[in-house]
């Protein structure tokens, strides 16, 4: 079946007990057995829960996975994905990576022994000479948060694998309607599911997807014992936001397209970062990696005062953060999302202004930049 209509049925059979169409919302901590040991798959609810399953299987088969694992947040997630890694063992980490990220390796993890290096997007090109024998773990956003920098993840598997390392690739910006890291060799896929999975602002959410038997079965002993499960209404959502990814992502896609141009003609904007822009230096691997570039731009300003000032003045554009929602939303990530990583050497760009472009009507999200535009030129002149 092709994505939107896995997105729709895969894992969501009508309920067996009265025929509802949508997957009901299994509202209940435990389950009732038959006897001791005898049960219908479900026992506990932090175990297993109907809903969660229902998501757990949509969501993997959108990603080509074989299993799929759901988790209370993305952070909850990416929590989990540190205990396949031991004290001592080091990964490598694309620099410019989410600040909640980094706030967990250099501040949870680091003084526990972990040893974590951030390495520039740019050397991803070079991959094989930053890694050794000692490595564990590769950890891929492509793109990147804020500064949508693109990996070229087969490439990056490759070198990985040839020092025992998995691959962890974050799809949070291109979801699996856009790109596949399992196919181009990722051992593992993460989503914060708070984003354009839900798709609506409403939940917090994180999943994981594998195709290896060997992980997968940490993963649900990782999940059940450290209990960074979703709830089944939250699991409810993420599934309502699913069936509708495909139609949403292609006008995300699109809005930004127009408005990734047009940034580009405005002088108080000093560089767009957007992948789909033939000026993006991750273009080529963009293009041939993934099917679309997404709903996610950054760009500069000129001083840090314009770009402050700038997400300040926009209506339509939400002063927030997070992303990928229907709903256009705009930020300041040095202040932000990424106030954490202010003390390191890839601190997001004081500069820099992020946009998470919503479904909106193009014209009135142009028209809303371009009222906060002008009195930022005006000021610089």
């Not at 919302?25 to 297993?48: C, L, M, N, P």
Request: glycine share 8%.
């Amino acid at each position: 079946m092709d994505f939107e209509t896995r997105a729709i049925h895969e894992g969501q059979e009508p309920d067996p007990a009265t025929g509802a169409i949508i997957t009901p919302i299994y509202q209940t901590s435990t389950f009732v057995q038959d006897a001791v040991g005898e049960h219908k798959g479900y026992d506990y609810a932090r175990v297993a829960n109907p809903t969660r399953t229902a998501l757990q299987t949509a969501l993997a088969s959108l990603e080509n996975a074989e299993h799929g694992v759901a988790f209370s947040s993305g952070l909850g997630a990416t929590t989990t994905l540190m205990h396949l890694v031991n004290p001592g063992e080091r990964v490598v980490l694309i620099a410019d990576v989410y600040g909640g990220v980094y706030r967990m390796t250099s501040q949870v993890y680091e003084p526990k022994g972990y040893l974590f290096d951030y390495l520039p997007a740019a050397a991803f090109a070079n991959l094989a000479e930053h890694l050794d024998g000692n490595t564990r773990m590769v950890w891929i956003e492509s793109p990147s948060n804020p500064m949508l920098n693109v990996v070229d993840i087969r490439a990056a598997a490759e070198a990985a694998h040839a020092v025992g390392a998995l691959v962890v690739v974050d799809n949070t910006f291109a979801t699996p309607y856009l790109q596949n890291p399992l196919d181009l060799g990722a051992d593992i896929v993460l989503h914060s599911t708070t984003k354009y999975l839900g798709g609506h602002s409403d939940v917090v959410g994180g999943f994981v997807a594998t195709n290896d038997p060997t992980i997968a079965e940490r993963l649900f002993f990782l999940q059940k014992s450290l209990g960074a499960v979703p709830g089944p209404f939250d699991c409810w959502l993420v599934l309502r936001g699913l069936k509708t990814l495909a139609v949403r992502m292609r006008q995300h896609c699109e809005n930004a397209r127009t408005i990734a141009g047009w940034l580009e003609e405005q002088p108080i904007v000093t560089e767009v970062l957007y992948p789909g822009l033939e000026s993006h230096p991750g273009h080529a691997i963009a293009k041939r990696q993934m099917r679309d570039f997404g709903g996610m731009i950054s760009f500069l300003t000129e001083t840090e005062d314009e770009a402050v000032a700038l997400v300040a003045r926009t209506k339509l554009f939400q002063l927030a953060e997070s992303l990928g929602g229907v709903e256009s939303l705009i930020e300041h990530p040095a202040r932000m999302t990424h106030a954490s990583t202010a003390d390191a050497p890839f601190a997001a760009p004081r500069n820099l202004v992020r946009l998470s472009v919503g479904i909106e009507s193009v014209d009135d999200l142009l028209a809303d930049l371009a009222s906060a535009l002008v009195p930022a030129a005006a000021h610089a002149k």
